[in-house]
């Protein structure tokens, strides 16, 4: 992993926001065109259609979004009335848009939505669930609150109808509840998940989404009950479960968060996430050897993982297989080339494994790709430091060795340390004291980067000593450790 990552950013939620909108947003509206004891049929409703419509809601129940647009299209080139029809493909559309972080497709599903509200005026209530979802995800994916507001207004009137009673209720309430979490009001979402809960007790999305949300919050305690809540809910659910261990992982409960993720594959042996988060964790405790086996098992689950088959490269550089680690980024970069965090870890193994000058393409390749990973610069200046090419690397830089003190960050500390312009005192100075989480990390590339630039002047016993106290650290996921590892060899 790049320096500073954290055990809980590889950890994968399945939010109530995102997986279970599809549950969430029944029940949807009758799929045939035949009449009921009091109701006439449908005339927007084809009955050629009926078989065709009875299928996408299937598809659209196990969650296959994709044939879900491709049924309903279909249906709706030839009858563009079918409500139905638009209602599905505008749900699975927005569903599809959330997941890929497609705009574009989130668009096209709101227009749906919209369509098929202003043909069914009388089941506008059930329609305007996807519609709202989808101002939801498009506030985020397109960095405008404002979608969010929108659908919060169009929630809080629908809440205001009388007719809005029972499960739509619920549902809407849980809609708002994300709506309002997408423009950073907690307590208003919280109070949204809670009165959906009392309406109905078994609505999973409020369950989860109120015991994630509090989580987020700090509030440890009330997080617990409701992950426990949710539970006694839903006892055979591994979803409840996989979030439960989330969260205790979060509280440094990693035993505890194991037993949760392995009930969820105990309940679901095809839980991917599951898997791939009771590897994180086992990965996080030392056990390599069954982190990886994890890791692979999820891979076999769905092999278009690649951020799966970078964590089990970590696991690999952790246990010292080099090789195998950077066969494993490389096939990383194999589904997304301009991956820069991939090039740069990439990277990272190459340079461990004594291959510098590769590392410094790579290292170049992912600043190059993005200019926001300015943690790289010490590590390209120390390649090139290594290769011989200080004058290079001087020029190169030239603007960052020139940052005041005043403005200088933590990474640009290194660099000017690396370039002879920082001496090594004034370098531990620089670390964050404050914060014992920073100070242990800053103190560890402090060690790691002291004793390289001391391996380069050929000083290989005063740089085991660095390498030795850059061990001692408990920064495990960072770069310079397992840099210091491998440099003690």
């Given amino acids: 992993m790049i320096r500073l990552s954290r055990v809980s950013v590889a950890l994968l939620a399945l939010t109530a926001g995102a997986a279970i909108a599809d549950d969430d947003k029944k029940p949807v509206p009758e799929t045939t065109s035949r009449s009921t004891a009091n109701q006439p049929p449908d005339p927007n409703l084809l009955p050629a259609h009926d078989q065709s419509r009875n299928e996408a809601d299937q598809a659209y129940r196990r969650g296959d979004h994709k044939k879900v647009v491709e049924i309903t299209s279909a249906v709706i080139t030839q009858n563009p009335k079918d409500h139905v029809a638009l209602y599905l493909r505008g749900s699975s559309r927005v569903d599809l848009g959330a997941l890929n972080r497609d705009a574009v497709s989130v668009r096209n599903g709101i227009t749906d939505a919209r369509q098929a509200i202003s043909i069914k ?19 985020g994916l397109e960095n405008k609150p404002a979608h969010a507001q929108v659908a919060v207004d169009f929630a809080t009137q629908l809440l205001a109808q009388p007719k809005l009673k029972g499960e739509q209720r619920s549902n809407t309430l849980y809609q708002r509840a994300l709506a309002f979490l ?33 989580a987020a919050t700090g509030k440890t305690a009330a997080a617990m009950t409701a992950y426990n809540d949710a539970i006694k809910a839903f ?26 993720f392995s009930k969820a594959l105990e309940l679901d042996s095809q839980f991917a996430v599951a898997m791939t988060n009771r590897g994180f964790v086992m990965m996080s405790l030392g056990n390599f050897e069954g982190a990886e086996n994890d890791f692979t098992e999820s891979l076999k689950i769905d092999a278009a993982q690649p951020m ?25 970069l194999k589904w997304d080339s301009k991956n820069a965090v991939g090039h740069a870890e990439l990277g990272f193994a190459l340079f461990f494994h004594g291959k510098t000058q590769e590392a410094l393409a790579e290292f170049d390749q992912a600043a190059e790709l993005d200019n926001k990973l300015r943690f790289l610069h010490p590590w390209r200046y120390l390649a090139m430091l290594a290769l011989g090419q200080k004058q290079q690397a001087d020029a190169k830089f030239a603007a960052d060795l020139a940052i005041p003190v005043a403005k200088r960050e933590w990474g640009d500390a290194l660099l000017i340390y690396l370039a002879d312009k920082l001496p090594e005192q004034d370098l531990r100075k620089a670390i964050n004291t404050t914060d014992p989480k920073s100070a242990d990390a800053q103190t560890c590339e402090a060690e790691f980067f002291i004793g390289q630039r001391k391996l380069v002047a050929g000083q290989k016993e005063a740089a085991k000593i660095h390498f030795a106290a850059a061990i001692k650290t408990k920064s495990t996921q960072l770069s310079a450790y397992r840099g210091a590892k491998f440099a003690s060899k």
């Fill in 121 to 139: 005026a009388d089941d506008k209530l059930n329609y305007y669930l996807p519609y709202l979802y989808g101002m939801t995800n498009l506030a």
């Fill in 182 to 214: 997408a423009i950073a009001d907690q307590v208003r979402a919280v109070a949204d998940y809670q009165e959906a809960i009392r309406v109905t007790p078994t609505h999973l999305g409020a369950r989860i989404g109120l015991a994630d949300t509090l």
């Fill in 235 to 260: 006892p055979t659910n591994p979803l409840v479960y996989n979030n439960r261990g989330m969260f205790q992982q979060s509280a440094g409960k990693l035993e505890d968060s194991i037993l949760d």
């Fill in 308 to 332: 799966v088959i970078s964590l089990r490269a970590g696991s690999k550089l952790s246990r010292g297989d080099v090789e195998a680690a950077i066969k494993d980024y490389n096939d990383v």
